[in-house]
């Protein structure tokens, strides 16, 4: 069991509303620093920015520091953005708002096709869903960035120039530019007073998460890579699953759709960010139980023996839970002993989009992502993004089941502001630069993985300035 954070129960608290983080790291006499703005997806905000939100107990769920006007807590200064910020010249300042990745792309877009966008440079609210902004500075540009564990779908790439959509951003900002930043592992948590270790299989997965398991009793060898003492005893199995939009579920579906082929009936699982539909093939078990984003889903696993369900690791790690919730290995690999410092992506794919999942009947395996050329684009090549199908089952050796995420730019707009908002993507792909920041596996306080694994990708690396300029 690895240590927790007493202060984990914060994090439940912080579901409520979106958390905003600022880091003022201005030198004296830096009067050319640049404060940088951005929000948007949860799984990686803790490499992001760190850990403060969770400990700083705190009452309001607002945090940041001395941007003027925004109380709260810090961001860390060994995070990845606080890193950066701390030790790019002139020192910047960075801010970094959790709202979910689906509401970060709607406030960046300023539209979901049908909300009326609030503005920019307002106070980062308690609806993740509320296009009014990340909160930062008022001098940011608009803002300068978004996070996300999805990769824009075609859908949200036209709200971002669609002038009868409220959005229409792409006069000034010209289109998005997109760039797959950091790995995050998605866990397999489970509380079960009689066992505290699981090795399983994607045999085991496929059958619990298409609801062919009830009971735990029902669990055979066949179902884990090193089976426990079969059978475990009586207890029902409940399901716990995200029940918001989410790219931990999107990237859990990636990895289901694409080993669970032998399923009863040849049904599927259906690639997309909403379980219900994930699973809409299959009769889930009695009393599964739905969380609202990843402290909803752990604390419902927390809370109730015989649940089972999954959760971004590099969180669960952050929150307190039971004695008796564990998290299991898959295929025999652990979310954190067995995601290295960086995963490599020798190719990706340029100008594409997820367009729903493969039907069946085709050569390729139903339920998978469907990628898709992107349309309409004012200057090629700037949307990036890893192919679902390249980490469904890992990285070479890594555990299985991952999540990359995006840091999403303006690709012009950015005015004095271009180097500062250039240089952030250009750290983030930097091995040398980024080695102060705690986001690298193996450098916690304990010496554990941190559930989090940098992106190499050189073809992305190489249209950073191409790609965000003037």
Known sequence: MFKRNAMGNTRAKLLAGAVLMTLGLTAAGAAMSTNVGGGGATLPAGGYVGWNFTTSGAVSPVFSSNVSGKPGSSVDSTSLMGNWASTSSPANSVSYCQTGSGGGKKIFDHSDGTATWGGAGQACTGSASATTGFGADTSVVDPHFVGSDAPMSQNEFNWFGNGTNLGNKATQYGQPSQFPAIVGSVAIAFNNPDVASLDLADAGLCRIFSGQVSNWNQLTASDFNTAPSLPLPSRT??????????????????????????LPSGKFFQADQ????????FTLPAGSVAGQ????????????????????????????????????????????????????????????????????????????PKVDALTGASTAGCMVMADPSTYAKGVGTSYPILAVSNLIFNQKGNGSDLAAVRDLMTYTYNATRRAGATLVGNRTATGGGTGYAFVTAPAAAAKINTCITI
């Open 237 to 262: 199995l409940v399901l716990a699953y995200r029940g918001d939009g989410s790219g931990t579920t999107f990237s859990l579906a990636n990895h289901l759709s694409t080993v669970c082929t032998s």
């Open 274 to 281: 909403s379980f219900a539909t994930v699973t809409a093939q």
């Open 293 to 368: 984003g990843n402290p909803g889903v752990v604390s419902a696993i927390s809370s109730t023996p015989g649940a089972i369900g999954y959760a971004e690791s590099a969180n669960f790690k952050h929150t307190t839970v039971s004695s008796t919730t564990h998290v299991a290995k898959v295929n025999g690999k652990d979310p954190y002993a067995d995601l290295p410092d960086a995963l490599t992506f020798t190719t990706v794919a340029v100008d594409k989009v997820i367009n729903g999942w493969n039907a069946a009947g085709g050569s390729v395996i139903p339920g998978t």
